[in-house]
């Protein structure tokens, strides 16, 4: 830069051009030209003289502007010319000349160019052009007055022209400046090639592009320079949005951006390729002398380097952050050497209470006995030593794991990282796991039943106590050695079970084995066993659990025995011996018919249960099983079939044959019993016999054959045998039992059995408003009573089935009765085969479901010696229909001699008193007495009666007074057909009690 002095002395030292001198030049010819013009007052050769000094101006002055550098000659023209001047005004008229203003020429000149003593000189000069004329030649032509002259032009000399001299140098100085100045400036412009340097003037049009622009955009100076295209390389949306943030026009935004001395910020400039760039661009305004603003000056620096670095930085930063933050129960912290924490990330951090923490000393965040602890850790970390520790979270008190890393310094700032990792579950899960492996081998040293672990070859790793004392062994005789050493002789048992482990892929496999201790004693075991994979580099091994069943291997052959032999009697049940019969039938039928069936029932056994109890019974039961199983051979089977009933199957003989053993047990039941006392000297056998060669020629079932021919023994008095012919010529009584049989089983399948109802009355309203359901048979047109047929139904297995038809068409009868009176109940008779039987359950459940009738309205009768039969089975099957919602009846109560216990034991809602008592009790006081006792005991319990056999007014009196609820009988009405008992019983006409008409007594199913 130029100091003042200098440029001042630039300024003076500036060249003069011609184009400057031209106006000096003219106005002196001017001058020259009035003087030549006449008149005169010229002294002889004063003329040429002027035009002389006028020529040798102009050469001097000519000389002075050509040359490049000043000399003596700049200064001689102009002082020149004031001798110039003197002449031509001497020569115009002296005091009269108006030439004295060309004073001002050489006086102007040499401010304008000339130095301080050149103007000095004027100065000088400048009163000697009046005064040596006024002195040397005076008046008249130089006037006195020209002393006002004098003063004038000298102190323009004096006083003005330095003024100019000043102001010229001074001007010349600032343009110096300016030239100097837009030198620096097209240098820096032209030299700046790393920055874009843009002016512009106040409406945008670009007024220098510099190097470092063209470098930066692409464009040249001179393409671009003079253009007023605001979209040349700036982003439009971006000034829209910068236009939109300001509040201004588009157009504005760069001089609003400069006026409000907004700082640098990033914009997008398009290169003339089309590619983009993003630089940082910083605006100032540009001003004249005087302060006007006159432009604007952008200058931009490519950032995009460093931009997309920082995105990258931030965006790994982000990532980081989010990595951090995912990171489950991991808190990090950066602090500086003075513990105050600078970033805090991680996902345990916002359950920790951390978040936001920022600038906070870690003392604050933490609670005294942890910041010991991490102050510790940071100053080990900040020596260059990674540290690591343990403390329990201040906010939550969960256990956490820490540790404290060393971090490249930030200048002269030392950080640490500091890691901490929630370790509560996983010491939670570390405590879990070694108190289930403390359980675990509690377990297994504690388990009940014996347990190893093998290895794959079957050799004992482990065996807890329980295993030891089954084999009776000591622990270190038991491990090392294989477990298959315990197995009987030439068993292999256990290694094929091995074998199927190791192929199950890990699945229990089970079996059973006998392992032999050291006693010599057999042990029936049960094996459960599974593969387990060896944790890390651990071989793999078998786990075997060893339960003695020894214990339950009797339990099961004695639960086996008592399912196929009689409680009571150890004899084979119906089960086992059906099974046994058929076997002996399938060999029969493949090698020819041999062997021969016995069927045995005690006569008069129930009088014994009924007076004596069912212990006596029992005690006779197994007596007679006793004298059974002693009187045949080892081949033959015999068992109890149920009550009082026994079968016999001889697997070799003839007839002869079975006719020897029926007749030998038929005497020495008679001599057994004979020596016992009581009613139990009555009890004789009744046996009926059939071969299997007599079996081959009947259709029916065997056991159904041997039924009859026992009922035949019995109507032929009992305490005798009877044999079923082998000829086919059947006995009167068993071939009727099967014509019949075949009778019930046609009339099933033909549908040829027919319901009549008979009325029960209500003993307190007079009504009826129930029935029971009573079967009969059609025999061409007339009707067989079931009395005819119901026993052999019995003996035949058929009575399920006749009982599912009964129910199925009584429910259907009840869905019309319903209809025409809604409380109207139905009482049917079951019989006790019937009772718990699947089937008749199946029937009741689907019929009521079918024809959609109130369970309610259906009773279900069960005669008191059907119950007996079996207790149990009726209570349940009683249970079971009750919860359904049916409702029972016991009927014929009384005629038993344990009647009573039954009414104890069993489920009822009506007790239907048995005809004996009801009958004769307008005669019989003790008819009368039982019934009213029967009466008592049945209100009691909250049961309701009914009273069968009503065929007299005096025997209704009699129920009637004595609280029977209902009656049942010919005086209240016969049984009818369905369509003849709703005209007669559910008719508005109809009336209470009706005559009983000539004939014989139902008799109920």
């Known amino acids: 830069m130029l100091s003042t002095e200098g440029l001042s002395k630039h300024a003076q030292t500036a060249r003069p051009t011609a184009r400057a001198a031209a106006p000096f030049c003219l106005v002196a010819a001017l001058g020259v030209g009035s003087a030549l013009l006449p008149p005169y007052h010229s002294r002889g050769g004063e003329l040429w003289l002027m035009l002389l000094v006028f020529g040798a101006t102009l050469v001097l002055f000519a000389v002075s502007l050509y040359r490049r550098e000043r000399t ?32 001002v020429l050489p006086i102007l000149w040499l401010a304008l160019t000339g130095t301080r003593a050149d103007l000095w000189a004027a100065t000088a000069a400048t009163p000697l052009v009046f005064l040596v004329p006024m002195i040397v030649v005076g008046p008249p032509t130089y006037q006195i007055e020209d002393w006002r002259r004098v003063l004038g032009w000298t102190a323009f000399a004096v006083f003005v022209a330095p003024v100019i001299q000043r102001m010229v140098q001074q001007l010349a100085t600032e343009t110096r400046r300016a030239h100097e100045a837009g030198a620096e400036t097209d240098g ?122 920082r995105r990258a ?3 790994s930063e982000a990532r980081w952050r989010v990595l ?57 970390a900040l020596q260059g030593h990674e540290a690591s520790g343990e403390l329990a979270a201040t906010a939550t008190g969960a256990e956490h794991e820490i540790t404290v890393t060393p971090l490249p310094a930030d200048g002269d700032e030392q950080r640490a990282l500091i890691l901490g990792r929630n370790v509560g579950a996983e010491r939670g899960r570390e405590r879990a796991l070694v108190r289930a492996k403390q359980r675990a081998e509690r377990l297994f040293e504690d388990a009940p039943h014996g347990v190893a672990v093998l290895g794959l070859d079957g050799t004992v790793i482990q065996a807890n106590a329980a295993m030891v004392s089954l084999v009776d062994m000591s622990r270190d005789q038991l491990e090392g050695h294989l477990l298959s050493a315990l197995s009987r002789p030439g068993d292999s048992t256990l290694d094929l079970h091995l074998d199927h482990v190791l192929s199950s892929s890990g699945a229990p496999v089970e079996a059973y084995w006998t392992l032999r201790n050291t006693r010599g004693e057999d042990i029936h075991v049960g094996l459960s066993s599974r593969a387990l994979s060896g944790a890390d580099d651990s071989d793999d091994v078998v786990l075997v659990n060893v339960v003695d069943m020894s214990e339950r291997r009797r339990h099961e052959l004695q639960l086996t025995h008592l399912a196929d032999h009689d409680v009571v009697t150890g004899l084979a049940n119906r089960r086992l011996f059906e099974r046994e019969l058929e076997t002996h039938l399938d060999r029969c ?44 051979r080892s081949s033959d089977v015999v068992a109890r079939l149920g009550g009082d009933e026994f079968a016999i199957l001889l697997t070799h003989g003839d007839r002869i044959a079975a006719e020897t053993v029926a007749r030998s047990i038929v005497a020495k039941v008679r001599e057994h019993t004979a020596t016992l006392d009581d009613t139990r000297r009555r009890v004789t056998a009744s046996v009926g016999v059939v071969t299997l060669q007599a079996a081959s020629w009947h259709a029916s079932d065997i056991l159904a054959l041997a039924d009859m021919t026992m009922y035949d023994a019995k109507d032929a008095g009992r305490n005798q045998y009877a044999v ?7 006995q009167p009584r068993s071939g009727a039992r099967l014509e019949w049989k075949s009778r019930i089983e046609q009339a099933l399948e033909k549908d040829e059995f027919v319901l009549h109802l008979q009325p029960v009355q209500d003993l307190r309203t007079g009504e009826i408003h129930a029935a029971e359901a009573l079967l009969r048979l059609r025999d061409g047109d007339g009707l067989v009573l079931p009395s005819e047929f119901i026993h052999i139904a019995e003996r035949a297995g058929l009575m399920p089935a006749v009982d599912a038809w009964v129910v199925e068409h009584a429910v259907e009868m009840l869905t019309g009765l319903r209809a025409l009176s809604p409380t109207f109940l139905l009482e049917v008779n079951l019989s006790g085969l019937s009772i718990g039987n699947p089937e008749t359950e199946r029937v009741i459940v689907e019929s009521l479901r079918r024809h959609d009738v109130d369970p309610a309205g259906l009773i279900l009768e069960i005669t008191e010696t059907a119950a007996v039969a079996d207790v149990v089975a009726a209570r349940e099957f009683a249970e079971r229909m009750t919860a359904l919602g049916c409702k029972f009846a016991l009927d014929d109560f009384g005629a038993g001699f344990g009647s009573f216990y039954y009414l104890k034991h069993l489920l009822f809602d009506f007790v239907k008193i048995d005809g004996e008592f009801v009958s004769g009790c307008h005669r019989s006081d003790v008819d009368r007495t039982i019934l009213r006792s029967i009466v008592g005991i049945a209100r009691d319990l909250g049961k309701q009666t009914v009273a069968e056999y009503v065929c007299e007014p005096a025997v209704l009196d009699v129920v009637r007074a004595e609280g029977v609820d209902h009656a049942q009988g010919f005086l209240v009405g016969e049984p009818v057909p369905y369509d003849e008992f709703v005209a007669r019983f559910l008719t508005p006409t109809q009336h209470g009690a009706r005559p009983v008409p000539a004939g014989t007594e139902s008799v109920p199913i």
């Open 313 to 315: 930085l931030a965006q």
């Open 324 to 380: 951090m933050d995912h990171l489950p129960d991991t808190t990090v912290v950066m602090v500086d050497e003075k513990c105050t924490v600078k970033v805090v990330a991680g996902a345990g951090a916002r359950a920790q209470g951390l978040r936001g923490t920022e600038g906070r000393p870690l003392a604050e965040v933490s609670n005294p006995e942890n910041f010991i602890i991490l102050r510790d850790l940071v100053d080990q």
């Open 72 to 103: 003596w000659v700049d200064p001689v023209a102009p002082l020149l010319f004031f001798v110039f001047l003197g002449l031509a005004r001497d020569l115009t008229g002296g005091t009269q000349s108006g030439l004295a203003a060309l004073l």
């Open 188 to 309: 820096i412009m032209r030299g700046a090639v790393l920055s874009s340097i843009i002016s512009t003037d106040l409406d945008g049009t670009i007024r220098s592009f510099s190097a470092g622009a063209e470098e930066l955009l692409g464009y040249r100076a001179e393409d671009v320079v003079g253009r007023h295209d605001p979209s040349l390389f700036h982003d439009l949306t971006e000034i829209v949005e910068a236009a939109e943030e300001l509040g201004v026009e588009p157009a504005a935004v760069f001089g609003a951006l400069t006026q409000a001395a907004a700082p640098t910020r990033v914009w997008t400039y398009i290169r003339a390729d089309g590619s983009r760039v993003l630089v940082r661009l910083a605006l100032t305004e540009l001003h004249d002398v005087v302060g006007n603003i006159t432009g604007y000056l952008g200058v931009a620096v490519d950032v995009t380097t460093a931009v997309e670095a």
């Open 724 to 730: 079923l012919d082998e000829d086919c010529s059947q």
């Open 589 to 632: 039928r493949r090698y020819g018919p041999t062997g021969a069936l016995l069927l045995l029932d005690l006569d008069h056994f129930k009088e014994v249960n009924d007076t004596l109890g069912h212990a006596a019974g029992d005690q006779l039961i197994i007596s007679i099983a006793t004298l059974l199983r002693a009187h045949v």
